[in-house]
């Protein structure tokens, strides 16, 4: 009877995220178009498991206490808002078979590669969920400072404060808990109390599995996304299966804990809407990639600089290639100036005051932490180490599979079809860029050399791009594939329902 | 295009498997080879445990003490002339532990013991020149088993062999399909090898996506009255090196979650934790918890080893914990309050002298506290 019980409240725990973002999203969704199906359930489901803690923090926040009847009815709420506004808007059209359609036009080769990959897809994903069914949580950091709070706030059903030791200690730990990284975001450790309260137990493993709903999540919305940016079924497929067939991606699914899936599925989920937004000015995209882009400093203090390489990218987008070099150029003069005049120890920061603690926030780069290292302890300058780090993990260790070869094919040739880096993919290049121009610095001119060489920062930083450079590499594969060479083409090939509206048209039609 | 790519990537692995065995086989005489000494070899013998021969199949049943021993040759022998090794153990239950030993020259000798890493004992392929201690002439090679008393082992094989193409390809395979249980860096990085493994598995793919990609432009030039040049069997050929490089990870996948069901299967929260990695730490804690009078209780947890400490810790929620990491400085005096909690880990640098009741936190501050807990784990104090 309890297993009962506690199947139906996992199931409805699981569902509430699915259904709060999948239904909202498709209220936007265009109801036609290839994709869509795997669009909305994907990116939906992300978007839920997102939402679901900033709920928790919102009722925490008006002294509600975090019961599972208190966050499913606001979550319920929204569900049942969302249909309503759906029933309205004809829900029929929105959930016909476009899906179906697309693969039922493939010739009989392609749909059995497509099963195949599909198939192999699933038996990794089972393979997974036995792992995070069975398997109480294990990884360090995830015992270390993402746990620890889910386990006091699911005790307490409220978002007890947590502080750096020596406050606890100058506090004598009166209404406060202390770990060792007690300015954590909330995001991941709320999922682990949501599944608990749903349980109503403290479960280290079950509690685990929304890692597995985000890696399912991020594989649909990585399908729909990149058959939204017109690339076929088939090689859609492949490379879905490429990105989830990745070792080291996998092993943060099968040894859920650590907040690095969510937050690489988040930015990954930005880059995708980002450009298809960019290539089709749908709003719902832009809003898409907003949501993704924002959340990511709420899952990962380092989400921060994932977040701030969308504005080069933005600027590029919206103006010409000549007056966006300008303020591009402004802003990184702007920045070694400040770099150059500043004090080093400068912080600026913003004290919110709840339940009688303090809540700091700290908004100078300085106060960044990323894996556990402060950045103001950084001292810049060359570790070679590093770079032999970055090559064996991402060329010789089994981490991303082939992943970095195909990065090296696909790149030059990239640059070498007409267009595709400097015009088709702009935004998503200087995102990208930008964001392994940082990745490089970290390990390269900083002290994270050794996370480099050791093998430790060096693939956890590498989980929150290697989805977004798989979505780059999968697009100029499939425009190379489709030009049959590096010829020049007249641009990408989207299907007819995202064509792109001219700039300052209204967003696509909804078909009811 | 599929029969070209076919074509392609069978050529590929044929080129890529004579290059193995021409470029990269193992240093050791191979126009005389050395006779295979093996379990079936005249001068084995078992030291402990007793052993019968059923179906070319030793059945070794470990002694009262759960050990076995089988020797394989007495005398010495030139490491270099046996560069692969063959373990060859049935699949049971209990999962003994395995090691094999042996000793080099010197006086007196030394004894060296590999521990293998990988846990794919069914036809397990070592290449012994990856092991750093296979070296100079080597003798008294054996086969340790530990395991539960009275146990029955079945032994396949167990030998050390010259050199052979299709012995160093089974090493080569013994090294991809291998398994490796989870551990604690496997969170950073997945190198997709143990350290005795021969190549790393992505650079062997790498190759026979080189090889076939080369192959597929020989036939190009070959046939190029009836064959063009396409990007799709260039991409169906990338696509199925990665599906075979998967395989082998899939695989590991596989084993491990058949190992996983193994220890968790059918236990509730509080099981899984008492066999779990950190069964015995969960079970100290279990013991600490109710010491705690009141939930905000303040818990001070100590360790020189930042795991032990770390996970304590950890177990100890949703208590009020402070962990102190090691080589942190213990808080000061006026900071503590009586009635706190230190629970100490071993190792540990702190003591508790129990005729002075007082609690050494350094060389030279003593606090007074009483004994609470005190056993093989840890201890643990109420300062007073």
């Known amino acids: 009877m309890e297993a009962v019980h506690i199947i139906i409240t996992l199931a409805t725990a699981l569902a509430l995220p699915v259904l709060l973002g999948g239904l909202w999203l498709s209220i936007f969704v265009p109801a036609q178009g290839a994709g869509r199906t795997a669009l909305v359930w994907g990116c939906g489901t992300l978007i839920g498991l997102l939402l679901i803690p900033q709920l928790m923090l919102a009722l925490d926040a008006l002294d509600i206490p975090l ?24 829900a029929r059209a929105r959930f016909s078979g476009a899906l179906a359609k697309s693969y039922a036009d493939l010739p009989a080769s392609h749909k059995a590669l497509f099963i195949f990959l599909l198939s192999l897809i699933i038996l990794r994903m089972s393979s997974l969920g036995l792992e995070v069914f069975l398997r109480p949580l294990y990884p360090w950091d995830a015992t270390m400072h993402w746990a620890t709070k889910a386990r006091v706030w699911y005790e307490y059903n409220s978002i007890a404060p947590f502080v750096d030791n020596a406050q606890w200690l100058e506090l004598g730990g009166k209404g406060v808990f202390t770990d060792v990284h007690a300015n954590y975001p ?4 709320l999922l682990q109390v949501w599944m608990s309260l749903a349980m109503a137990q403290w479960n280290p493993s079950l509690m685990n599995l929304p890692w597995l709903l985000c890696f399912m999540a991020l594989g649909a919305a990585f399908y729909g996304q990149l058959r939204v940016s017109g690339v076929g079924p088939v090689i859609s497929m ?7 067939s990745m070792p080291l991606l996998n092993i943060h699914v ?27 000015r749908q709003r719902w995209q832009a809003v898409l990639a907003l949501v993704f882009a924002l959340s990511c400093p709420l899952i990962k203090n380092e989400g921060v600089i994932w977040s701030l390489t969308f504005i080069p990218a933005l600027i590029f987008t919206l103006f010409s290639r000549g007056d966006a070099a300008k303020p591009y150029v402004l802003f990184a003069l702007l920045l070694v100036l400040l770099w150059l005049l500043l004090p080093p120890d400068l912080q600026i920061t913003v004290q919110i005051a709840a339940h009688g603690t303090t809540t700091q926030w700290l908004l100078a780069p300085p106060a960044l932490e990323i894996a556990g290292h402060a950045l103001n302890d950084m001292i810049f300058e060359f570790h070679a180490e590093g770079l032999v780090g970055i090559v064996q993990s991402i060329w010789l260790h089994d981490n991303w599979h082939l992943m970095g070869y195909l990065l090296l094919a696909v790149l030059p040739l990239g640059i070498l079809m007409p267009g595709a880096l400097v015009r088709t993919y702009l935004e998503l290049t200087i995102a990208l860029g930008t964001a392994v121009g940082a990745f490089l610095f970290l390990f390269l001119f900083t002290g994270f050399g050794v996370a480099a060489s050791e093998f430790t920062g060096v693939g ?10 798989l979505y780059l590499a999968a697009l100029l594969c499939s425009e190379l594939l489709t030009r049959g060479g590096v010829r020049a083409t007249s641009g990408t090939s989207l299907p007819a329902a995202w064509r792109p509206a001219p700039f300052g048209a209204p967003a696509a039609t909804i078909t009811n | 295009m599929l029969r070209i790519t076919g074509l392609s990537l069978l050529l590929g692995a044929l080129a890529l498997i004579a290059g ?3 470029f990269f086989s193992p240093p050791g005489d191979t126009e005389s080879p050395a006779p295979v000494i093996n379990v079936n070899s005249a001068d084995t013998r078992i030291f402990w445990g007793t052993a019968t021969t059923v179906d070319d199949e030793l059945q070794l049943q470990l002694n009262a003490a759960g050990n076995g021993v089988i020797r394989l040759a007495t005398k010495r022998i030139d490491a270099r002339a046996y560069p692969f090794l063959h373990l060859a153990i049935e699949e049971s239950a209990h999962k003994p532990q395995v090691s094999i030993s042996w000793i080099t020259s010197g006086k007196p000798a030394d004894v060296h013991t590999y521990v293998p890493h990988s846990k794919s004992w069914s036809s397990l392929w070592l290449a012994t020149n990856e092991i750093p201690e296979w070296t100079g002439n080597i003798g008294f090679v054996r086969l340790n088993v530990v395991g539960q008393a009275g146990e029955t082992v079945r032994i396949r094989d167990f030998g050390i062999y010259p050199a052979s193409p299709a012995r160093q390809l089974k090493a080569i395979f013994s090294d991809l399909a291998g398994y490796v249980p989870w551990n604690r860096a496997a969170m950073n990085s997945h190198t997709g090898v143990t350290p005795v493994a021969s190549f790393y598995p992505s650079m062997l793919t790498v190759a026979l996506l080189a090889l076939s990609l080369l192959v597929y432009s020989v036939l190009l030039l070959v046939f190029r009255s009836r064959v063009t040049f396409s990007w799709h069997v260039v991409a169906l050929i990338f696509l199925a090196c990665w599906i075979i490089l998967d395989l082998f990870w899939q695989n590991r996948l596989l084993r491990q979650v058949a190992d996983t069901y193994h220890t968790f299967s059918g236990k509730n929260v509080e099981e899984k934790l008492t066999v779990g990695p950190d069964a015995e730490l969960y079970k100290f804690v279990a013991q600490v918890k109710p010491l705690a009078q009141r939930p905000e209780t303040r818990i001070f947890v ?28 213990f808080p000061p005096d006026d900071l503590l309050h009586s009635g706190d909690l230190i629970v100490l880990i071993n190792p540990t640098p702190m003591r508790f002298n129990e005729e002075r009741q007082t609690l050494a936190t350094s060389p030279v501050n003593r606090l007074d506290a009483e004994l609470l807990l005190n056993d093989r784990i840890g201890t643990v104090v109420r300062l007073k």
């Open chain 2, 302 to 329: 100590s360790s020189s080893d930042r795991y032990r400490g770390q996970r304590s810790a950890y177990y100890l929620y949703p208590l009020n914990i402070y962990w102190l990491v090691p080589d942190s400085e």
């Open chain 1, 238 to 244: 492949a490379f879905t299966y490429f990105l989830l």
């Open chain 1, 186 to 189: 909330a995001t991941v450790p």
């Open chain 1, 254 to 280: 099968a040894l859920a804990g650590y907040a690095d899936l969510f937050l690489g599925a988040a930015y990954c989920g930005a880059l995708m809407a980002f450009h298809n937004w960019a290539s089709t």
């Open chain 1, 67 to 90: 019961t599972f009847r208190s966050i499913a009815s606001l979550a319920g709420a929204l569900v049942a808002l969302a249909l309503v506004v759906l029933l309205f808007t004809g």
């Open chain 2, 20 to 22: 193995l065995t021409l």
């Open chain 1, 460 to 469: 956890r930083i590498g989980i929150q791009l290697a989805p977004g450079l």
